[in-house]
């Protein structure tokens, strides 16, 4: 068979693997959004079908062998040969852990996921500690089954972020170690910045219309999404011509909306911009968790958290309640956007904490895989933790480690994303600024389009085309840096608190 | 293998087709309701991939093995040989026509669509005469496939409604022409009622919460299913735990709304009262489109027009609309909601007129397959029929012949069923008015819930336990009879009309 038809063969199997895999997202959306309460037993069974059918496709041994074949060819475009190189890379990594082993994982997800809703409503951290427990030696297990050449980590965190490891975050996170506690000092040991107007009665309505605005001012297209309610907001896409964004709204907390609708937004963006006709391949799909969450933490934070965006923005949002923000200016407004307090819920957490609870949970998890901490001294470890680096302790469980569902189901190695993702957005948004003359003036004049096409030029379109690194390399010039982060950081906050 | 295991093996099979029908029903849900504009064409695809792997389960050879080792066996329960007969018989079905000639229909059946959009935006039925032509030749090959005994127009009836035949419809619509007639004359002899209080400005948001809180009073459970706008009012069903409405508002024709709600809610009580633990199987689904058009019309006709049903709802339906309706009294809504007049639009007809439009088209639909008409006379052929028995004729083909999208698709053999609907719910209804004491008081006073389970008592529990004739014979005691819809109607409109 020609290459060309044996191509065409791989597409058919990856786009229909695909059609199965957003199937599940639109129900996976309706559950969240619309589904009656009754409704979750046969979703639950409907979204097991559709995630096994597109699996069976991934893994079967005859898709293994189109791709090994398919691979010695060299006829291929480029474009062609890298969807075949990812896809076979994917391949070898899902063959990689046996089924039964697999269904060993899913079952004790769901046991651990019980006992820490359990756990939760008891606030007492010791009823979840076995099945945790036992989660984290199966998670060791597949550590061992994976392969790794360091850390037993960098194994699991190739899951979430390929190629990152250990040697690669640690110096990261020594430096948020190093750096960001100095600054933290600085600004808790400055004038506090008041932001009490966000608590006043904003309608529902009225906040919903004017997140719509905000996500149609950026750029995102409506007629290829739209945004309902949730309880926790989301992105989630079933193709390119279809991402659509959830939000909540708190009427007695205007903050509660305003930035996560930004945030996921700036996830959705993404999705519109990755290429339609590479739907279902490597090319058609995000590079990695964390340049997802480098373009919401652009949009959210760099940009969204600006003096700039809120000079074009706080008037409209006046229009839209005149009487709570008649007496706030945008001084105002964008230092309480941008206030900077320790706190115990990372989800909560602003712009320089959130690295604190992020570094924390990277550093549990690496010395939970090297037997470094034991599972029943998690609450303690937690708590020590946090009064070194926060000066909090939590009063309970619930609000200390019992917070984040992650452990429960297995995810060991997602949370380092969420601090890369920002640094990726700081390293961007400087680059941005560079390649875009005048990029505040047209942010203050709510013109985004160019920055969006930058966006579009530098990080959608390619889909999975590169790495996180080969991708930051080839955008800024370097990998990673801390550094910039650490500056737009110390600069903003400098400012905003009058710091030395 | 033991039977039960082998049986298992069947209910796994059936059950994971399932997922995948319901899970495109999720998906074409949300294209109806609120899907982006520009998500269509991936949508598209995805339907078709989960469509095609639910009909590659249920017709895998491995599958009908299965089936005829299991129904070989004589340790089954009843109700698991009852699956196992009718998955037969819908595998043998399923695998009748050849992969190619489902193909040839498929591509058809698109181009014969986009052709009869054309011909209804250029009102002109000869342009899409030659494309349903093609379409006409490949349901007679169709019906030389399946096979037949008398009339190749039985093959395609048994695709909507299994068993039913021309020589059973044949009386029935005999009757229809000899008895409808007289009575449509006596109505339009006499003085027409007034309906014009419905054709006001009712507010779209006051309408939709009506129709709510006539669902919830019906006895639909809003914890398993809700209600959405969409541009046709439909029902759909995830499974028993998931049954959702549509509806649409004129804002200047309270009756558009009204009883298409309720119709709605009929057809969705059906799909909550099938029982949970036989999902995906035979005995988890309904009858037949007929007895699924009983419970539609059994609600919308014989309970949501009559007195009793406005005695109740008339003065809450004055609570919406307090100015509009403070003139009207439940006499004066009675009759206009129960207004008969000759009209060109089949989905705009009342009780009386309605079999007219379903006559007509089974008698076209008979005569294409005998050849007795040619395609290319349609258009006359129509207004003919029209002429006669409505006393009207279409000014033009989009009011006309061109009305319907059924024949574009292929369906030939659904009209019929939207008849016998009416016909089995007048009868229902005559049988449930003696097996519940003072049934109109009940109504009178909103009490649905002893009437609901009748229903579910009598036919929502079986699923495909009976055929439609099977159940009605056990309900009422006889089959099918036209002349309990005949009295129904002779009695109803007498009194309305004050005919002798």
């Not at 309608?203 to 409506?222: A, H, I, K, N, W």
Request: charged share 25%.
């Amino acid at each position: 068979m020609n290459s060309s038809e044996l191509y065409q063969q791989y597409q058919t199997i990856t786009q229909k693997a695909a059609d199965f895999n957003n199937a599940a997202a639109v129900l996976g959306w309706d559950q969240e959004v619309y589904m009656p309460s009754k409704g979750f037993p046969f979703r639950g069974r409907q979204l097991a079908t559709l995630a096994a059918q597109a699996h069976e496709l991934l893994t079967a041994e005859s898709y293994g062998n189109l791709l090994h074949e398919l691979a010695g060819r060299d006829d291929l475009t480029e474009e062609q040969q890298h969807n075949v190189r990812c896809s076979l890379d994917d391949y070898q990594k899902n063959r990689t852990l046996p089924a039964d082993f697999i269904q060993q994982v899913t079952q004790q997800s769901s046991r651990s996921y019980s006992t820490w809703i359990e756990a939760r409503k008891q606030n007492n951290f010791s009823v979840y500690a076995r099945e945790l427990g036992k989660m984290i030696t199966l998670k060791k297990q597949q550590a061992e089954l994976y392969g790794y050449a360091t850390h037993p980590y960098d194994a699991l965190l190739d899951d979430y972020e390929k190629g990152a490891t250990v040697s690669m975050l640690d110096p990261i996170f020594s430096e948020v170690k190093e750096q960001l506690p100095t600054l933290l000092r600085q600004i808790t040991a400055a004038r506090q910045v008041d932001d009490s107007f966000f608590l006043q009665h904003f309608p529902r309505q009225q906040q919903f219309d004017f997140s719509l605005e905000v996500l149609r001012t950026m750029g995102y297209d409506f007629d290829a999404g739209r945004q309902d309610y949730s309880e926790h907001p989301f992105s989630t896409s079933f193709a390119p011509t279809d991402v659509r964004v959830t939000t909540r709204v708190d009427e007695h907390n205007l903050a509660s909306l305003l930035w996560s609708s930004i945030h996921e937004g700036g996830h959705a963006l993404y999705e519109q911009g990755l290429p339609d006709e590479q739907y279902g391949m490597p090319l058609g799909a995000a590079v990695s968790l964390s340049i997802h969450e480098s373009q919401s933490r652009f949009w959210e934070n760099c940009v969204g958290r600006s003096l700039s965006f809120w000079k074009y923005f706080l008037p409209k949002l006046q229009t839209y309640f005149p009487e709570q923000l008649k007496a706030v200016n945008v001084e105002t407004f964008y230092k309480a956007a941008n206030k900077v307090e320790p706190s115990l819920i990372r989800t909560e957490a602003d712009e320089v904490t959130y690295h604190f609870h992020v570094m924390i949970r990277y550093e549990i998890e690496k010395a939970l895989l090297s037997n470094d901490v034991k599972p029943e001294d998690l609450s303690d470890v937690w708590n020590t933790y946090y009064q070194q680096y926060l000066g909090i302790s939590s009063p309970d469980d619930r609000q200390g480690v019992l917070q984040d569902v992650h452990w429960s189901h297995g995810s060991f190695g997602y949370f380092p994303t969420y601090s890369l993702g920002s640094f990726y957005a700081a390293q961007f948004f400087d680059q941005a600024k560079k390649d875009i003359e005048d990029l505040e003036s047209k942010i203050e004049n709510g013109k985004f389009d160019e920055m969006l096409h930058w966006l579009r030029v530098n990080v959608h379109q390619y889909g999975r085309r590169f790495t996180s690194e080969e991708l930051c390399q080839r955008i800024t010039g370097s990998g990673l840096k801390f550094s910039s982060f650490m500056n737009y950081a110390r600069n903003k906050f400098a400012q905003i608190y009058n710091l030395q």
